[in-house]
């Protein structure tokens, strides 16, 4: 599962907590997190399962039980192959490390599996090359959306 995906699995678990008029606390998320790492059910699956929960649970769910609805319906219906998946080269470090940095900024919010621990090393003037290199990949890829505009060098975009 990608982060994409993991995202998408955590706001229909936030939107589930928010059913049940519990707050989704960080600790909740360490622990479903580690739920789905620890498992090798899709996104989609996850998301069915959770849905389907809200019909039968009486609080917010734990992992087990959401765990309980994938097992019962794994042994239901036949599962289907999964797609064949593209290999895509390997991000250079330095890419990775800027864009791990500078989208949590950007979007306000934190990706999902993604250690805190690169935030507190991070000077200003590492975090300012990791901006130089946010804005210079998006403008080799022709995705000025990919840097909010307030975030935007002068020296890459020429705006």
Same mark, same amino acid.
């Given at each position: ?7 998408? #699995?955590?706001?229909?678990? +936030?939107?589930?907590? $928010? ?6 606390? @960080?600790?909740? %998320? =360490? ?34 039980? #959401?765990?309980?609805?994938? +097992?019962?319906?794994? $042994? ?6 999964? @797609?064949?998946? %593209? =290999? ?72």
């Amino acid at each position: 599962m990608d982060t994409v995906e993991a995202g998408d #699995v955590y706001h229909a678990i +936030k939107y589930c907590f $928010s059913f049940y008029r519990k707050p989704f606390e @960080p600790v909740d %998320k =360490q622990v479903w997190g580690s739920a789905m790492k620890d498992h090798s059910y899709t996104s989609e699956q996850w998301k069915e399962a959770i849905k389907l929960y809200m019909y039968e649970g009486k609080f917010a769910p734990k992992p087990n039980e #959401v765990l309980d609805i994938l +097992k019962r319906q794994k $042994s239901d219906a036949p599962r289907k192959p999964a @797609p064949e998946t %593209k =290999q895509l080269p390997d991000c250079p470090e330095h890419i990775r490390l800027a864009w791990t940095y500078w989208i949590p900024i950007f979007h306000g919010q934190d990706l999902p599996f993604a250690s805190k621990s690169l935030e507190t090393k991070v000077s200003a003037e590492l975090a300012e090359e990791y901006l130089m290199t946010c804005n210079k990949e998006a403008w080799k890829a022709n995705l000025a959306d990919a840097v909010p505009e307030k975030f935007r060098l002068k020296e890459v975009w020429g705006e």
